[in-house]
């Protein structure tokens, strides 16, 4: 076990205690995920989501595409880099758990940016004429490879896409996956790795985020 592994907890405490505060709203709102929803470990979280901020105000995005809404953690996070008459499309499929990010949408200083959409993001991409600036993605695994290919045609140069667990726990490592959700990783990984119209770098953060440039 590595240095890094036996003190897991110590260190994310330390990571915390050195990077910029988590904003009051976001508190709440990962403390309301953990209290109401069955599957908590979704949430994108403190040191991921001041990433996303970071990247999103680096960037200015007029137009940000999220995949994977769940309670509006990221969403938020992401809003916070908008440029002034920016706006964030977040889709998600899951009705019954809406009313979490709709009350957090509403209250949010960003709620006028935000047009949160109960849709599949595979309709969503098929239909949709717009050009994105910034994209997350966080939904489901088995089909990351299909929205690269509806996404790629979406960007324009300097556009960034961010996928989320791109490690997938370390299964990657697995010559033979069984499970799709693995497999399409991995291939998701491989297509990016050698397409030339890509610059791209896996940050081991968390469960991994790879982060794609458009040339
Ligand atoms: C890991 S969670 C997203 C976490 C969120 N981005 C955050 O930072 O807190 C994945 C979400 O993707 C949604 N999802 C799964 N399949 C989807 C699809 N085809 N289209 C849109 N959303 C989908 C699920 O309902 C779930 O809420």
Redesign the pocket.
């Known amino acids: 076990m590595s240095f890094f592994e036996e003190n897991c907890a110590e260190m994310d405490r330390y990571l915390e205690n050195h990077a910029s505060a988590e904003p009051d709203i976001l508190k709440r709102l990962r403390r309301e995920t953990f209290q109401k929803t069955t599957q908590p470990h ?3 979280g403190y040191q991921q989501g001041r990433l996303l901020t970071i990247l999103s105000k680096i960037i200015q995005p007029e137009n940000i595409l ?6 509006g ?2 969403t938020l996070c992401l809003a916070e880099g908008l440029s002034k008459d920016g706006k964030i499309t977040t ?4 009705g019954e758990l809406a009313y979490l990010p709709e009350k957090y949408f509403a209250e949010s200083e960003f709620s006028h940016q935000i047009d949160f959409k109960l849709q ?3 309709v969503f991409l098929k239909e949709t004429a717009e050009v994105f600036d910034l994209v997350f993605i ?3 695994k088995e ?1 990351y490879v299909e929205y690269l290919n509806l996404i790629k045609p979406r960007l324009k140069s300097g556009s960034i896409i961010l996928f989320d667990n791109v490690l997938w726990y370390g299964k990657v490592l697995d010559e033979n996956p069984k499970q799709l959700s693995t497999q399409k990783i991995k291939e998701l990984n491989d297509l990016v790795a050698q397409d030339e119209d890509f610059e791209n770098l896996i940050l081991p953060l968390r469960d991994g985020v790879n982060l794609i440039r458009k040339k």
């Open positions: 979704m949430i994108s999220e995949i994977g809404t769940f309670t953690y990221a889709l998600d499929v899951n599949d993001a595979k966080d939904a489901d089909n």
